[in-house]
C-alpha cells in the first residue's frame, strides 16, 4: 500500500485541503484497474468508514500475496475532510457540491478545481465505484446505481452480489456527478448505496465491502478466492445475490405523505409489504392525536425510508420496489 | 390581492405558503410575472417586488393587464438566511421544473411552474450570492436570444449577457419557463444578504418600459440602452490564484485598463501582499468579489472586454 496526497488546496487558517489516495498493486507497469471514492460530502461518514474497511482489507490481501499484479487499484476515502470536519455536507465555503462539479475545470472556482484535480487522477481506471448517497435524507436497502450514459455495460453490476441495480435516465442536474463522467470519459463506472450516510451502519458496511471485494474478484483485481474474508462474512440480514434484479428507477413506487407531522415508521429498508399494509402513522406534535395512517401502495419491498422523527406533508416516505418492477431486458 | 397558490403543512405547527400578489387592471388578459426569492439569501428582488406592488397600486388607472409578484419562491430561506432550500439543503433552481409527486420541495416547485407558465413574460430577479457584487444584468441562455434579446432591451439594465448553453442550467425555473413558451428573464444584480434600492429602481422603471411596450402601461420611461455581450464580447473571469483575505479597490461600474490594479489578497498571519489582482483588458468592471475570504479558485472580478 502507498499512501499518497493526490492534490492540496491552500486556505488560511486552516491546514491545507490534502486529499489523501490509497494505492494497491502499484508499480511501473500496473494498469488502472480499480477506483474506489468514498466520501465526497461532508456527511458521508458511512461511505468513508467503508473504505477504511476495503483499505484495511486490502493491505492484508497484498501482504499476503492476494491482488493480482499488475491491477492498480486507488481508493479515495474522503474528498472533503474541510467541511466533515465542521459537520457540513457541502463544501465548507460556499455551500456547492463537489459532485455536482465533475469532470471540473482547473482554472475555474475552487469545487470545479477540486473536482478537476481529483478527476485527473481516476481517468484512465477500466472500472469506479462510488460510494455516494442521496439528495433526500434516507436509508437505503444496499444497491447498486448506474447512469444510463449509453456505455454503461449494466451486466458488469450483477458482480457485486447485492439483491438490485437501479438504472437512472440523468437529469440535467445529474450530469454534473462523477459516476456519469467517469462512465462518459471511459470508465465502467458503479454508484454503490449503503444503508446509511452520516452515521455508521456496521452491517451495511461489512456488506458493502463484501460487495466491492466480490466485484474486485469478478474483474480479476483479486486473486482467485480471496473475495471470502472473516472482515465481510455472510450476512443473512444481507443475502449475495447471484443474479440481482434490474429496474429502471420510474419503476420505483413513491408514497407521499399528506399532513406533517411527528413521524413514527413501521417498516424499514428491506422489509417485504403487501398492498395496504401500514408503513407508518403520523401524529399531531402537540396531542398525540393520530393524523394519518400511511399504508402501501403496492406489494413489493421497501427500498428507500425517510428518516428522522418529523415530517413535512407532501413529502416522501418510502420508496418501494413493486413486485412488478423488474426488467430483465435492462441487464 | 394576495392569493396562496400552494400550500403544504410543516411538522410543527406551520403551514409553507407560496403567496402571490396579484394586480390587475383594465380589460387586457396580457400577463407580466415577477419572481424573485428562489434563493433565500438574495435580497434585492424584495424591494423591486416592494417598489413596483406601491407604483401599480399608486395609479391603477395606467394598468391595463395582470401583474403577478411572486416575492419568495424560497420563503422558509428568505427568513432563516438559507441560500436553499431548508427542508432539503438543495439549490431550488437547480429543481426545476419540480415533480407534482416528488417530496415536498418538488411539489411547491411544480406549483410554481404550473402557475406562471402561460404568461406573456416572466423576470425572475436574482441578486448574485454573497460573494460577488454585480452590475445590474440581464443573463439569457443563448438558444433563447433570439426572442429575448429585444424584451432585455427593455429592462433598463446596463448589460445584457448571452452565455452559453450549459447543461446544468436546463433546471433552472427560466430554462423551464422558455421551453414551456413562457418567455422569462433572468435579472442579476446587486449582492446577496443586502438591498441596492437604486439598482432596485432601475428594474422597477424597466418593467414598467416593458409593460408600456406590451400595451400594458400607459406611461412613456425613457430608459438606458444596454450593451449585448455575446459572442463579439468577450468576458474575462480573474480567479484567486492564491487564498487570503481579498481587498477589492474598484467598484462594479468602473471602466478598467489593462494591468490596472482591481485589488489584492492579503496574508493577514504574515502581515504580507500575497497577490495583486490586475485587469488582463481594457473594459467595463461587472463583477467584484465582495465577501474578502477567498481559496485558489475564487471569482474576484469578471470585465466586459472593449471592443477591440
Redesign the interface.
Known sequence: MKRKTLFT?????RQPLAVEGLYFSEGPDAAPAVAVVGALRGDEVQQMYICSLLVGTLARLEQEGRLAPGRKILVVPCLNTFSMNIGE??WA???TDVN?MFPGYD???????IAAALFAHLRGFEYGVHLTSF??RGNFIPHVRLWETGYEQAQLADGFGLPYVVHSTP???D??TLGYNLQVFGTQAFSLYSRNTSSVHEKSAHRALRAILAFLAERGVLLPGSADIPEAPPDPAYPDSAAPVHLHEDALV?V?SE?????FPAREPGDRVNTGDELAVIRD??TGEEKERVHAPASGHIFFAHEGN???????CFRMIPDAATDPSLR | MIETVFSVELAVGETLLLQKNRISGGSASRRVCVVTGTHGDELEGQYVAYRLAAELRARPELLDGIVDIYPAINPLGINSIHRSSPLSDLDMNRLFPGNRDGNTTEAFIDAVVRDIAGADVCIDIHASNIFLTELPQVRINENAAAELVPRARRLNMPIIWVHSNATVLESTLAYSLNALSTPTLVVEMGVGMRVTPAFGEHLVLGILHLMDHMGMWGEKIHITPATVVGQDRRVAFLNAESSGIFIAETRVGQDVKAGDRIGYIADPVRGELIETVAAPVDGLLFTIREYPVVYEGSLMARILESRG
Open positions: 488546496i491552500d486556505t488560511i487558517y455536507r457541502f465555503v460556499d455551500n455536482r482554472k475555474g472556482e475552487t469545487t470545479q478545481r439528495y433526500q437529469a440535467p442536474i450530469t454534473t413513491t407521499l399532513r406533517g407531522g411527528l413521524y406534535p402537540f418529523l415530517i413535512a406533508g407532501h413529502d416522501v
